[in-house]
């Protein structure tokens, strides 16, 4: 849930950017072993999905860090990325 969760942040503006889908890719891949390119479908979770599967507050916590940083990777900013990334983190 946690890489689905990521991809539902930067999914705006028509999905996520090239850069954006590469640092969740190297995130997954570094810190739970997950290789992106081999999940079967690349698809976001929404903000609610994401708060019912995470329960746990230090991961919470950290899944909202992991978020800014997917944010931060979309050139230039949006609006919409901003108010996404809101949802998520207030879910």
């Not at 890489?3 to 028509?14: I, K, P, T, Y």
């Not at 290789?35 to 899944?63: C, I, K, N, W």
Request: with cysteine.
């Amino acid at each position: 849930m946690l890489v689905s969760g990521l991809l539902g942040v930067a999914d705006v503006e028509g999905g996520p950017t090239r850069e954006q889908v590469l640092v969740i890719g190297a995130i997954a891949g570094h810190l739970w072993k997950v290789d992106v390119a081999a999940l079967p479908v690349l698809a976001g979770a929404e903000p609610s999905m994401v708060a019912e599967d995470l329960t746990d507050e230090h991961l919470r916590r950290r899944f909202v860090q992991l978020a800014i940083v997917v944010a931060f990777c979309r050139h230039p900013n949006v609006a919409e990325q901003v108010a996404r990334l809101e949802a998520y983190a207030a879910a």
